[in-house]
């Protein structure tokens, strides 16, 4: 009979990174149904958000439905990265930076469009720390990897 070695710190930051970057893709992945939700669903949940008028434009709809399959597209990669992350670190590392500049995005558009304040304080804020925590993982599973 054998015993595994308890886990190191840095075996703990490679599980808790490939936890949250599974959480994040499954939480992406997700979008699909606005991607796919009768228009009638869509107008109650943008009423239900308390986000003012619904326009009933094909524009709007496009650009609803096409980010929400994007966003599932990215959560699907990221599922799939998840899988191996010392294979995959350089794109992993790219991928944190990109989230993080996002995060920084979406709230300078969120303010701009005048989003609700519970909006704007969350969503960016999310993708900002979601990031900053995927760079600092992918940069220490990095130093793990260099130092053997």
């Not at 009979?1 to 939480?27: H, I, S």
């Not at 986000?51 to 434009?57: I, Q, S, T, Y």
């Not at 995005?105 to 969120?110: E, F, K, M, P, R």
Request: contains cysteine; charged residues 15%.
């Amino acid at each position: 009979m054998t015993c595994d070695p308890a886990p190191t710190g840095k075996d703990k930051l490679e599980r808790a990174f490939v936890a949250t970057l599974r959480l994040a893709g499954a939480c992406e992945v997700l979008a699909v149904f606005a991607a796919i939700m009768p228009a009638d669903w869509m107008r109650a949940t943008h009423h239900a958000l308390r986000l003012g008028a619904h326009p009933d434009l094909p524009l709007f709809g496009y650009l609803a439905r096409s980010a929400s399959l994007m966003w599932a597209m990215h959560g699907a990669l990221v599922w799939f990265l998840a899988s191996d992350v010392r294979r995959f670190l350089p794109v992993l590392h790219f991928n944190a930076w990109l989230t993080l500049l996002l995060g920084f995005a979406l709230l300078g558009i969120d303010i701009v469009e005048h989003m609700p304040t519970w909006w704007i304080a969350s969503e960016g804020t999310i993708v900002i720390v979601t990031g900053a925590w995927f760079l600092y993982a992918a940069r220490r599973v990095a130093k793990s990897q260099r130092d053997g």
